[in-house]
């Protein structure tokens, strides 16, 4: 059973306009929430992350947004780059709860092509 | 900052062999690494959690015996996948975290590991 789900496997954006990743997930004790992009033949990369007590983090181009009632999180790129191409991670786990249940949860990704 | 290196970046050798794998998290400690392993168009699956100083915690399924994890330092883990088969090619990859105050912290990804078993 799929815990973190990411149900677009692949996605194609303008170069300029926005992408929108979404992510939805079903273990109510997750509280932290993490987005990583990975290039072919590299490990992934952290991009953002949001704790469960915040509905929104923002850092340059890149907003995730949570909403907590809905288990649905996603990840805003505006403006998308070509260079922004890559696959794309949720990734969630239960840190208060400490032990395996901290462990991170993920996604089977999304593929982002940006064209110019 | 927060740079995981792995070693090697490929691997291929003859079935039978034994195969080692180095995570080094380059500039700040790490009292956990995690060791995960993904198959094409799949996530990432957590094979075992790694402490340091302690016996590492497998997921279910992951064989520790065939798995062995060794978590000497705060900067480095190591997997050793004994006596490989074809069937344990795949892409290895560690991560590490930081040892710090604040409970949410994210892991931090080295390069991975292809490894092929001929």
């Known amino acids: 059973d799929q815990q973190v789900k990411q149900n677009s496997p692949s996605l194609s954006v303008q170069e300029g306009r926005i992408s929108i990743l979404n992510c939805d997930y079903t273990n109510s004790m997750f509280d932290y929430f993490l987005w990583y992009k990975k290039y072919p033949a590299e490990g992934p990369t952290f991009l953002i992350s949001?704790?469960?007590?915040?509905d929104k983090n923002e850092d340059g181009r890149f907003t995730v947004f949570l909403n907590k009632s809905a288990k649905h999180l996603s990840l805003h790129i505006v403006p998308s780059q070509p260079g922004d191409s890559a696959v794309y991670f949720c990734?969630?786990?239960?840190?208060?709860?400490?032990?395996?249940?901290?462990?991170?949860?993920f996604g089977k990704g999304t593929k982002l092509s940006v064209k110019p | 900052g927060a740079v995981v290196s792995q070693h090697p970046s490929w691997v291929i050798c003859k079935s039978g062999t034994s195969v080692k794998i180095e995570c080094r998290s380059l500039?700040?400690?790490?009292?956990?690494m995690f060791w995960y392993r993904q198959f094409p168009k799949q996530s990432l699956m957590l094979m075992a959690t790694s402490n340091e100083g302690s016996k590492a915690t497998y997921e279910q399924g992951v064989e520790k015996d065939k798995f062995l994890i060794n978590h000497a330092s705060l900067t480095l883990s190591t997997l050793t996948v004994t006596s490989a088969h074809p069937e344990d090619s795949s892409f290895y990859i560690c991560?590490?975290?930081?040892?710090?105050?604040?409970?949410?912290?994210?892991?931090?990804f080295g390069d991975g590991t292809r490894l092929s078993i001929l």
């Open positions: 991560s590490a975290r930081e040892r710090t105050a604040y409970s949410n912290q994210p892991q931090h």
């Open positions: 990734a969630a786990s239960a840190q208060r709860y400490g032990g395996s249940q901290g462990n991170l949860i």
């Open positions: 949001i704790s469960s007590i915040k």
């Open positions: 500039d700040f400690q790490a009292t956990t």
